[in-house]
């Protein structure tokens, strides 16, 4: 029997897996922003390739010379996109059937080469009681502060 933390481990997983397919499995590290915040769920995520920090549309520019490209099509963008809110949902609902609180903000870091898994989570509001953040500031703020830092 799965256990409320096989559960919420196994959709985690699964946003991470869907990122590394977008990118064919060739990321350094890959980084998902996750909101849930009232009736508003949000996602992003982005990529540490070749010592460049990405954001999915720009991924290509990991490589000199027009080498290998990734499908960086709209299309796989938005699939990406709505299977993290999928995943985000099914955590909403994992955390009502257990009676746990739901993060409203989840920050995963995937370092592909050690297999570390680092995860960040807050339970305030983080933008909805904001009277101009929204969800998609936070996360190109995160993307940012990652990029400044190298973390």
């Not at 997983?13 to 922003?33: F, G, L, P, T």
């Not at 010379?65 to 938005?78: D, T």
Request: net charge negative; glycine share 2%; proline share 1%.
């Amino acid at each position: 029997m799965n256990t409320f933390e096989d559960r919420f481990s196994e959709l985690q997983s699964d946003m991470i897996s869907i990122c590394m397919e977008y990118v064919e499995e060739r990321a350094d590290k890959v980084y998902v922003y996750a909101s849930c915040e009232e009736s508003i769920i949000s996602s992003k995520f982005f990529y540490l390739i070749n010592n460049k920090y990405l954001k999915p549309h720009k991924v290509n520019d990991a490589f000199a010379n027009g080498g290998e490209r990734y499908n960086i099509s709209s299309e796989r963008q938005f699939m990406v996109l709505d299977i993290l809110n999928e995943d985000i949902e099914k955590i909403k609902e994992l955390c009502l059937d257990y009676e746990k609180d739901m993060p409203t903000e989840m920050k995963l870091i995937y370092d592909v080469k050690s297999g570390k898994f680092k995860a960040e989570y807050k339970y305030d509001l983080v933008y909805t009681n904001h009277e101009t953040k929204t969800a998609r500031q936070i996360a190109d703020e995160w993307f940012d502060e990652i990029q400044y830092n190298k973390l």
